[in-house]
């Protein structure tokens, strides 16, 4: 298994993935970071569309877990690059036919992939970590002139939030990329898997959720928003820790039946 972890990673570190998933993840979360900020209020906003900092207030953000408040914000798009990684990153061994010369140095099929996951989930989650420094030094920068009062962020209280809030943001990107994989095995394509994984928990769970109440409780992809965001107001984080760790269980259990039973033949 650690053969294959180390396998991967060295496909994972070439200088243009790597450096270019963390700038991009680096990047958005800036940008939101930002966004929360300057549009932040100092009252709740009335009646009417989200604000673009997604309804924070100079209040919220003075508050111990401010300092992060950027980093949750952009969890779905953090969602969308680990699942496309994640995809890719299996599928593209199934289409470039590496797969069966890999399977030949370590011909037991559950510790190739358990290897390989392992890897992409470390990626996923040190792209977070990269996040939440940007993230930190973003909202430091910016507080001030807010007018945001900093002086809880750096309490105890303020840095166990904030490690809470990275820790639920990387068990949530490690959610988006167990599906990835998941899609990518059963799929064998990159582009399909993609598009497929994209596809539902982007667009058309949006969709379900914005128009039958109460459904955001049972997609997958909401509840690993969820999670993010230390639980919402229609799913609490034990209930959204409880269903999608179902989801993944069962998505990754029949990947791994899938991959020990089927043929590679290519």
Not at 36 to 47: G, N
Not at 185 to 197: F, Q
């Amino acid at each position: 298994m650690y053969g294959s972890f180390l396998a991967a990673w060295t496909k994972l570190r070439r200088p243009a993935l790597l450096w270019g998933t963390y700038a991009a993840t680096a990047a958005v979360t800036a940008l939101v970071t930002t966004l929360t900020f300057v549009f932040a209020d100092a009252a709740p906003a009335a009646d009417g569309p989200p604000r673009p900092g997604g309804g924070a207030t100079v209040e919220s953000l003075s508050q111990a877990s401010g300092l992060l408040a950027g980093l949750s914000g952009a969890v779905g798009l953090f969602g969308i690059i680990a699942l496309c990684v994640a995809a890719a990153a299996i599928a593209g061994e199934y289409t470039t036919g590496t797969l069966r010369n890999l399977l030949i140095r370590q011909p037991h099929r559950s510790r190739w992939l358990a290897g390989t996951w392992a890897a992409i989930v470390t990626f996923s989650v040190g792209a977070v970590l990269a996040a939440a420094v940007v993230a930190a030094g973003v909202a430091s920068a910016l507080a001030s002139g807010q007018g945001v009062d900093t002086t809880a962020w750096f309490t105890a209280d303020g840095l166990t939030d904030s490690v809470r809030t990275i820790g639920e943001v990387a068990l949530a990107t490690a959610g988006y990329a167990t599906l990835g994989s998941a899609l990518g095995i059963l799929m064998r394509a990159s582009i399909p898997a993609v598009a497929v994984g994209f596809g539902w928990l982007f667009l058309v769970e949006t969709i379900i959720a914005g128009t039958v109440d109460g459904s955001a409780r049972w997609l997958p992809g909401q509840l690993l928003s969820a999670i993010a965001s230390n639980g919402t107001a229609e799913v609490t984080l034990a209930a959204a820790l409880l269903t999608a760790g179902g989801y993944l269980l069962v998505s990754a259990g029949a990947a791994a039946a899938s991959f020990a039973r089927r043929d590679v033949t290519a």
